[in-house]
């Protein structure tokens, strides 16, 4: 199991959560399951067979597609979170803004049925016709990677949810040859190069130690966005680098016409005392880098996959989280300023409670050392509205980005 640094989760569950999507109802995740106190934490959703890995496990050095894919029965209606609740839930301008801005996206082997399916996706939810553009990592439009179709996923998620919150947007999606850290730091620096200022990252180096790679994510001008994990309590990179804004995850549900969230249990998200503390964070709990910065949901979202799947697809995990973000991000037009998740820890209070939604509850599982803490529960109080597991919160418009 990855996780090199991987820090243990609580002895006893400590949350249990509902939730009910108005368009139809899904299996929520429930408790982090732990038998003893020296075994690796189980991720909820494995330990109770709710989802299932969209990758293959990664060798440890190497990078993790953050797609889940929820084990759901197949429904005769498209449910789920589409592209007009992230709008809602989000109060996001994905209809008027965005153009011109170029959100990348950078995934490892190639799907060759991302643009179909991306076609599908958007004209189910009404979207116009994607500004979409796919590369490999040499920054050619050919030449792509070989497909793996157990990877594939990932690719039509990524693109569905940059097209649900920033439909407007440019994508270019850019295609590593392979899963190792030197090829999709050659994809990052392409994206670059390309003209991108958002990139999008919803994989994970789970550790530290042989998952350095922090030269590829350094470029000034540049907002860096990437997935916190899937495993609970927990780091890898490059979510852990202070210039890339690390995203965690939430379960959304609703109520009539109101929103409201928690924290989703498997998100990753804690203190990475191997990364040097930003001169813009101080909090109390953490000598390093502090992690996450923000969320967005990781349940329950649907896209379109004829890849390595068979059509429509339930998904869960921070890799729905991240492409979301990164498409707030461009909506906002101002990614080229940011200094990673700097605009998160330095808004004022009054600020950051108008345009983020707080996360007041809920846990990504405590190490023994860290039980109550606000690097893994959310809700505190110990260091204001701030926890590990959301970070400061969810989008409530662009204001925060």
Known sequence: MP?????????????AVAGCNAAGSATVPGPIVQTTLEAQPIPQWQARNLARRACPEAAPGEAQCEALIINKSTESKVSGWGARDIEAAYGLPSSSKGAGQIVAIVDYNDNPNVASDLAVYRRHYGLPKAKFFKYNQDGQQGHYPKGQVQDGLEEDLDVDMVSASCPNCTIYLVESNDNSLGSLVKA??????LGARTISNSFICYGFTGCDQSKGYETPGVT?????????????TPMAYGNVVSVGGTLLSKRGSIYSEIVW??????????????SWQHDPGCSGRTTNDVSAVAWNVPLYDTYGESG?????GTSSATPIIAGAFALAGNAAKQDGGKIF???GEEKRREDLHVIG????????HLRGSYLCIAGTDEFGTYSGPTGWGTPNGIGAF
């Open 3 to 15: 996780g090199i640094l991987k820090l243990f989760g609580p002895f006893v569950a400590v949350l």
């Open 361 to 368: 509850s809920g846990t990504n599982g405590c190490p023994p």
């Open 312 to 316: 429509w697809e339930y998904s869960g």
């Open 188 to 193: 990052e620096q392409e994206a670059v190069k």
């Open 265 to 278: 249990p498997g998100t990753g998200g804690g203190c990475v005392p191997q990364v040097a503390k930003p």
């Open 345 to 347: 820890w330095t808004l």
């Open 224 to 236: 860096y966005v990437a997935a916190a994990g899937d495993e609970s309590y927990g780091v890898g």
